[in-house]
């Protein structure tokens, strides 16, 4: 789902610009403020490539564990992630933002090691349509889902882990380059995986954050107003996602365990 990989199919999140702020906190470090906006902007303007991605949000990382801000939060997945305007995640968190555009579940698997040396508060993953255009099964994409809690867990004891739930595309209305790829995907399917995910988020003792009713029409289909091309979201989209991160932390996260 990206044009940094090597693939001739379409990359969902592969159309939009890139975030400039990935990670905000109030202590002061190279990786934040102008150097670190004109990093992200080389990043954007050179298109580079995953591998450079990934060296990036290693230094974000390493930032991250250096500065210890209160309260970090991680957040992981796809461009979904990545794109996330950072000034619409919920202030009373510190967020590094582990996204990259394209990335499957196996992929995202590999690159866990990147914010090994933070200590997060909780961490957010959102991982799978990239899998589903690709073709990858059902049982794939849960076996990794199952491998990527049991690795954060290990690494991160004392960290919340919440499972997002995939969100659903706009079919037909879809205006997006790999339209035809989602066509073939059913919003049943997306539905049925994330009941399962669900059931693996119990199952494994992490928290499960059911995005998709938030983001459905009447007939299932990710609504038109949420959306820039029927695949990834716009503002109003991210404004949503956003108030029910700070929901969901208030009544689960937050409660007494």
């Not at 933002?97 to 698997?109: A, K, P």
């Not at 995005?211 to 404004?239: A, V």
Request: glycine share 6%.
């Amino acid at each position: 789902m990206s044009d940094y990989k090597l693939s001739e199919e379409p990359q969902a999140n592969a159309t939009i610009n890139y975030a400039t702020d990935r990670i905000r906190t109030n202590r002061p470090s190279p990786l934040f403020g102008e150097a670190r906006k004109e990093l992200l902007a080389i990043g954007r303007n050179h298109r580079w490539t995953y591998e450079q991605w990934v060296e990036q949000l290693q230094r974000e990382a390493i930032a991250a564990a250096k500065n210890r801000p209160n309260r970090l939060t991680v957040m992981v997945g796809d461009s979904l992630s990545l794109w996330f305007p950072s000034q619409l995640l919920p202030r009373d968190r510190t967020w590094l933002n582990q996204g990259i555009s394209g990335e499957t579940s196996s992929g995202l698997l590999k690159r866990l090691y990147l914010f090994d040396s933070t200590r997060p508060e909780t961490i957010f993953v959102m991982i799978g349509i990239n899998d589903l255009i690709h073709g990858e099964s059902d049982w794939a994409i849960l076996a990794n889902q199952r491998r990527i809690i049991n690795q954060l867990r290990y690494i991160h004891p004392g960290s919340q882990i919440v499972i997002q739930s995939i969100l659903p595309h706009s079919g037909e209305a879809a205006i997006w380059e790999g339209r035809d790829y989602l066509l073939q995907l059913p919003n049943s399917r997306i539905r049925r995986i994330n009941r399962s995910l669900k059931a693996l988020a119990d199952d494994e003792g992490a928290f499960f954050l059911n995005l998709h009713p938030l983001f459905t029409d009447s007939q299932g289909f990710l609504r038109g107003d949420l959306s820039t091309d029927g695949l990834h979201l716009n503002e109003n989209g991210y404004q949503i996602w956003s108030t029910a991160i700070q929901m969901y932390s208030k009544m689960r996260l937050e409660e007494p365990q």
